[in-house]
RNA sequence: GCCCCCGUAGCUCAGGUGGAUAGAGCAGCAGUUUCCUAAACUGCGUGCCGGGUGUUCGAGUCACCCCGGGGGCACCA
């Protein structure tokens, strides 16, 4: 089944070909905020008007006279300055109906990014402290893009990166071992940049238990190494475990050291662009010219590829890992940052441009921070002082739905203020349970139907024209909408569309269960309320799902 | 100083690729239950869309400037 607004664009074109007026190259659909104005409304004619060199509502005129007659339109209209309002047939919508109970779970799925291999990287925390509530956020909208992008048909590869080299690596090290030596009754003090975190100590008695060798003999390049691995294997162990109570799965669990530096692709993609001219030495370093690339990398100053000791930086390394590893498995790519590392951005993108990868595909997203508000008071975080509230606190309070959705209800690149009171309560003001509760109400309609002794027949049998009420109506046209929104949503990585659409359907529903009664006396209006009540229970499920989130059969 | 993001109702935020008379939730007030779950429903909203200039038939949406808030500006990651 095409999405609708597909039917009416052919539709348009249809008739500008009949009327030999220009072709168009897309054709916007939207839906009027008065009900006066249609079910859909176009602007075609307007954007038009020059290349026809013609009045708006001439041509607008044109398309409806030429417009093929089409089961789903009852009539159209020209208004205002050359809108094109389009008026749904009420007999085509109550017969689409079956078409979404057929389509089921597959309701809103589409092709619009069909073809396209997407690297999603998103999290990616460091493996020397445990997930804080912002990470939360960042698993919310990642596992939810994918699930988009998936829906519309994109080949997904989610993937957490681990930075297990380098500085934080080492002092990560440096802190652990300290701490073991601490726990086996060894003189030892922190690093000065070390990780002051209780978990750590935690992490040192584990290990006491396991393990304890101190290996106070071994070379002291072997210790720290020993212990590096051997806390970032726990620490990694253990994000993804809460993960994976988050409900967030990745397909790619990549190392920095294993899969980038211990493959060698820095000093690969270091030579790559040196051939290209891209690089010069100054100061016994190695510098990338990023700002050679022009206007475009938006980069404004050159960037050092390898320090004068000799080793390359974070950024060479992630250059070579997005040029070589995803970049040669997809051709979209795609990292959720969080905004203390936007102004790495141009300098990553000038280097993608350099390396031959097309402007656009390669996309950064910011997620912005969360502010935790307990009595209406920010909870004050601070990670210097190994102050924050952890992913696995926010879980047990607030719980797994309530979380994810609270984080789908903004924008990815606004700061979010999530409030514990709001989240945890499990009334109508928060939204999750309202959505969720629209979903289960339509299960116990039906379980209480078939308590009854109702049968519902085939649904071939079902007289979708006996419903009849503007509220039926509307539900349906909303329904309709579905699939346009999820394409809308993937295109523009925008997963809140789909948490807010939820709510205003939600926000229908209610108020129809509460005036109109489903299981009554008339048989024929009956059925045809339980197979409308099926279709938008089926909707809202295949909703919450692209939102990470569970629907529900009682509450 | 330079760059990025933000500024919409008392609060938190939506506003789809510029469209017709700018929305929701929360908070507040007043109501609703012989009836499929009251985690529900009904009613009550006068907003210089931060300000200005411009582009356009049309600007909350685009461009530029200003004001205010946040963030970023390493041979750190």
Redesign the pocket.
């Known amino acids: 089944m095409d999405d609708l607004t597909d039917r009416l664009t052919e539709g348009v074109r249809a008739a500008l070909a009949k009327a030999g007026l220009p072709e168009l190259e ?1 054709c ?1 659909w ?5 009900a ?3 079910d859909y ?1 176009s ?1 075609t004619a ?2 038009l008007a020059r290349a026809a060199r013609r009045p708006p509502r001439q041509i607008a005129d044109l398309i409806v006279a030429n417009f093929p007659p089409l089961a789903e339109v009852e009539r159209l209209e020209v ?3 050359g ?1 094109i ?1 389009v008026f749904l047939a009420p007999a085509w919508c109550t017969g689409a109906l079956r078409d979404i109970l057929v389509a089921g779970a597959s309701y809103g799925r589409g092709r619009s990014e069909a073809g396209r291999r997407v690297r999603l990287e998103f999290v990616s925390a ?1 493996p020397t402290g445990p997930l804080v509530i912002v990470n939360a956020r960042a698993a919310a909208v990642g596992d939810s893009l994918a699930r988009l992008l998936r829906a519309q048909g994109a080949e997904v590869t989610t993937e957490y990166y681990v ?1 297990d080299a ?3 690596f080492e002092a990560l090290a440096r802190s652990f071992e300290a701490r073991v030596a601490q726990e086996l009754g060894e003189p030892a003090t922190l690093p000065e940049n070390g990780y002051p975190g209780e978990y750590l100590i935690d992490l040192a008695q584990q290990y006491r238990y396991e393990s304890g060798a101190l290996l106070a003999d071994a070379p002291a390049r072997e210790r720290f190494e020993h212990f590096g691995r051997w806390a970032v294997a726990r620490m990694v162990e253990g994000q993804r475990r809460i993960l994976r109570d988050y409900g967030v799965e990745f397909d790619v669990w990549s190392s920095e050291q294993r899969d980038v530096r211990a493959a060698g692709l820095p000093e690969r993609v270091l030579a790559e662009l040196a051939a290209r001219g891209l690089t010069y030495e ?4 190695l510098w990338f010219r990023s700002t050679q690339l022009g206007e475009a990398s938006g980069d ?1 100053k050159d960037r ?1 590829l390898r ?3 000799g ?1 390359v ?3 060479a390394v992630d250059v070579a890992y997005h040029h070589y590893v995803k970049f040669g498995r997809s051709d979209r790519v795609i990292n959720l940052f969080g ?6 951005v141009p300098r990553m993108r000038a280097a993608m441009q350099a390396l031959g990868h097309p402007p656009g595909s390669f996309e950064v997203l910011i997620v ?1 921070l969360v502010t935790l508000l307990r009595d209406g008071q920010p909870v004050r975080m601070s990670k210097r002082r190994g102050e924050f509230v952890l992913m696995e606190e926010l879980l047990e309070e607030v719980g797994r739905d309530a979380a994810r959705f609270t984080f789908l ?3 990815h ?5 999530f409030d514990l009171a ?1 989240a945890t309560r ?4 928060n ?1 999750v ?2 959505v969720q ?1 629209a979903h ?2 339509i ?3 039906r379980k ?1 139907a078939a308590e009854q002794g109702i049968a519902v027949p085939p649904l071939a049998e079902i007289d979708l024209g006996a419903l009849g009420e503007p509220e039926e109506l509307a539900l349906i046209k909303r329904l309709l ?1 579905y699939p ?2 999820v394409r ?1 949503a993937a ?2 990585l ?1 997963p ?2 789909v948490a ?1 659409w939820l ?1 205003e359907l939600a ?1 229908m529903f ?2 129809y ?7 009554q006396d008339d048989r024929r209006l009956m059925l045809a309320r339980i197979a409308l009540c099926a279709a938008i229970g089926q909707v809202v499920r295949n909703g919450l799902g692209l939102l990470g989130v569970s629907a529900p059969e ?2």
């Open positions: 897309t916007a939207e839906i009027p905020r008065q006066e104005h249609g409304a602007n307007m954007t208004a205002g300055p809108f309002n460091n930075n380098g500085n934080q100054q100061e016994g370093a404004d050092v320090r004068s000791n080793e930086t974070y950024f905004p203390d590392h936007h102004g790495y912005q209800t903004r924008r690149d606004s700061p979010l203020e709001v499990q009334t109508a003001d939204p349970y309202y509760y289960a109400r299960c116990s309609i209480q909408q346009d929104l809308g295109r523009a925008e809140h569309r807010y709510q926000g209610h108020p269960y509460k005036t109109h009664r489903v299981i009682s509450m």
